[in-house]
């Protein structure tokens, strides 16, 4: 089979992320044979390659590759990301802040640079799905909000200062209380929930 031939397949099967496995289990080849057709389609520039055995179509939207990044665990974009995506904050970030039960990770791929934090399963909530296909995942922004919080003592030091935000109309502060509510740990619920009151004292709600 030709090359263009298995990208004109590939692209008819309509996947948003196409894994190595698939590929050999689909054309009935060996893993290695798949993956070399895989490079060969990639250097032509029509898929590229965002983690080991995981490929992409060029057009993906970036702000779906948390997700793909940390397969099999569940990721939503959040943290500064989403604050901007809601328009909470004026500067663009320079990557794609996200956050997941999986382990925290940071990603360089020829789409986009993706930062994974890791958060308890039970405080894995207070998203939104805001694409057809469901594969957009995005915090609200109470949850983008609190989720900062949540990651403040996080050995990393990204998120140990918080950008100028401004609430949407829409924002609303008891939601966010019952999230700060909903985190197991008694010491972290605390922290998290007095760096939100400090905050909302501070922009006068």
């Given at each position: 089979?030709?090359?263009?031939e298995?990208?004109?397949?590939?692209?008819?099967?309509?996947?948003?992320?196409?894994?190595?496995?698939?590929?050999?289990?689909?054309?009935?080849?060996?893993?290695?044979?798949?993956?070399?057709?895989l490079?060969?389609?990639?250097?032509?520039?029509?898929?590229?390659?965002?983690?080991?055995?995981?490929?992409?179509?060029?057009?993906?939207?970036?702000?779906?590759?948390?997700?793909?990044?940390t397969?099999?665990?569940p990721?939503?974009?959040?943290?500064?990301?989403?604050?901007?995506?809601?328009?909470?904050?004026?500067?663009?970030?320079?990557?794609?802040?996200?956050?997941?039960i999986?382990?925290?990770?940071?990603?360089?791929?020829?789409?986009?640079?993706?930062?994974?934090?890791?958060?308890?399963?039970?405080?894995?909530?207070g998203?939104?799905?805001?694409?057809?296909?469901?594969?957009?995942?995005?915090?609200?922004?109470?949850?983008a909000?609190i989720?900062?919080?949540?990651?403040?003592?996080?050995?990393?030091?990204?998120?140990k200062?918080?950008?100028?935000?401004?609430?949407?109309?829409?924002?609303?502060?008891?939601?966010?209380?019952?999230?700060?509510d909903a985190?197991?740990?008694?010491?972290?619920?605390?922290?998290?929930?007095?760096l939100?009151?400090?905050?909302?004292?501070?922009i006068?709600?």
């Amino acid at each position: 089979m030709k090359l263009f031939e298995v990208y004109a397949e590939l692209k008819q099967l309509n996947i948003p992320v196409i894994q190595t496995s698939d590929v050999a289990a689909y054309f009935d080849i060996t893993i290695n044979h798949a993956n070399k057709l895989l490079s060969r389609i990639a250097n032509a520039k029509q898929i590229i390659h965002i983690r080991q055995s995981a490929w992409v179509f060029p057009d993906v939207d970036a702000l779906t590759l948390p997700q793909f990044l940390t397969a099999t665990f569940p990721a939503y974009v959040s943290l500064q990301t989403a604050l901007y995506f809601h328009n909470m904050i004026s500067q663009i970030p320079d990557v794609i802040y996200a956050v997941s039960i999986a382990r925290t990770r940071f990603y360089k791929t020829p789409i986009a640079d993706v930062s994974i934090h890791h958060i308890q399963p039970s405080f894995f909530f207070g998203y939104e799905e805001k694409s057809v296909d469901g594969l957009l995942k995005i915090a609200t922004p109470e949850k983008a909000l609190i989720d900062i919080f949540y990651l403040s003592q996080a050995k990393s030091g990204f998120f140990k200062s918080l950008p100028e935000v401004e609430l949407p109309k829409s924002f609303k502060v008891s939601t966010a209380r019952k999230m700060i509510d909903a985190i197991p740990s008694v010491r972290k619920k605390t922290l998290v929930r007095r760096l939100f009151e400090n905050f909302i004292e501070k922009i006068g709600n």
